[in-house]
């Protein structure tokens, strides 16, 4: 039941663009693929040859493995690959907020706050607070003056809930 | 020695991916005028000092067959935060564990989480394991499926 409900939302929703279609489509994986995509979700090893070092991990060739990484990015299964950099650490200022869009102004909501350029994520979510999206900005003031606009724009009740602790995070999805 | 300058150069590139080559430091090196040494030792210097978390993927989780991924909010009363935050962040389903403010009346929900599954039912049944075994149901876990990603851009990660 609650299968095919989730289903049902990612078909029939009358506000999915051809983006988000493609952001969800399943890729068929070969051995090489999953194990190289399990591999990369930990560390690449920091040395002068990094694909060489992989590759002896998983019975592979150098030359094997830096094709399939080029094919995963091309794919769009890998979207970065490379150094990851703490954004807290860096200069920059970053919240995850939300909105309360009401069911009819769903479509319209989106629009202006897609328009944002300080809106990395967008997300709708199953709950009266329905719009999830975190902003990035230069510093706090203009973090408040861009959440600010946006519930001006949008007219909607709005939660600016900024990180205060971090005690976990490690996304590691095995295939 | 790699200056304040050539650091910001080389992050700039390397935040567009590391090249795919054989020797993708010695390339970096190469451009920047730099010694490939010193372009890893830079970059052990930053895993050390946690600027840099880590290097490697990050994947399309959809793409994967993870099509199903629930932020699950918890309301924890504040003397009990720091354990609990620590209890659901070990747990292996779950991908992030951050403690944010309530906004109260409108929200009183202080941790947040993530687990993600192959369909909704493997997120709930993830979630009532998670709760079970510890006796975490006075906290109130809530499930918010996401049901659309309309935007996913890089900027949450450097620049």
Redesign the interface.
């Known amino acids: 039941m ?2 095919a ?2 289903k049902d ?2 078909v029939n ?1 009358a ?3 051809r983006k ?1 279609k493609l ?5 068929e ?1 070969d051995d090489l693929e999953r194990s190289l ?1 399990n591999e ?5 090893p ?7 070092a992989v590759a002896d991990k998983i019975g592979s060739t ?1 030359q094997e493995v ?1 094709k399939c ?2 094919q ?2 091309d ?13 807290s ?2 200069s920059g200022c ?1 919240s ?1 907020c ?1 909105l309360k869009v009401p069911e009819s102004r769903i479509s319209e909501v ?1 629009e202006v706050v ?1 328009s944002f350029t300080q ?9 009266e ?1 329905n719009m ?3 902003l ?1 900005c230069e510093d706090q003031k203009v973090l408040t003056e861009t959440f600010d606009n946006i519930l001006l724009q949008t007219q909607c ?1 709005g ?15 095995p ?1 | 020695m790699i200056d304040a300058y050539q650091q910001k150069q080389i992050l700039n590139r390397l935040s567009k991916g590391l090249p795919l080559c054989e020797h993708p430091y010695a390339e970096l090196a190469i451009d920047y005028g730099v010694d490939e040494a010193e372009i890893i030792n830079f970059l052990k210097r930053s895993l050390a000092n946690h600027t840099l978390k880590r290097i490697g993927a990050v994947v399309n989780h959809h793409k994967l067959g993870y099509s199903s991924n629930a932020m699950v909010v918890w309301n924890v009363p504040d003397n009990r935060v720091d354990d609990i935050g620590e209890l659901l962040g070990s747990q292996s389903k779950v991908t992030l564990c951050y403690q944010r403010p309530r906004k109260l009346p409108d929200w009183p929900y202080n941790l947040f989480t993530m687990i993600h599954g192959k369909c909704r039912q493997q997120v709930l049944d993830y979630l009532e394991l998670i709760v079970t075994q510890n006796n975490l149901q006075q906290f109130q876990p809530q499930a918010l499926f996401s049901t659309k990603q309309y935007k996913q851009t890089g900027a949450s990660y450097y620049g």
Do not use: M
Not at chain 1, 46 to 52: D, G, T
Not at chain 1, 75 to 87: A, E, M, N, Y
């Open positions: 609650a299968n409900k989730e939302s990612h929703s506000f999915s663009s988000s952001l969800q489509q399943i890729v994986l995509i990369l979700q930990g560390d690449l920091l040395v002068e040859k990094p694909f060489l150098e830096i990484l080029q995963l990015l794919k769009g299964v890998i979207t970065r690959f490379g150094p990851l950099f703490d954004i650490k860096g970053f995850l939300a989106t897609n809106v990395a994520h967008n997300y709708l979510r199953e709950n607070w999830w999206f975190v990035a009740r939660i600016n809930c900024p990180k205060e602790k971090e005690f976990f995070i490690g996304l590691y999805l295939v």
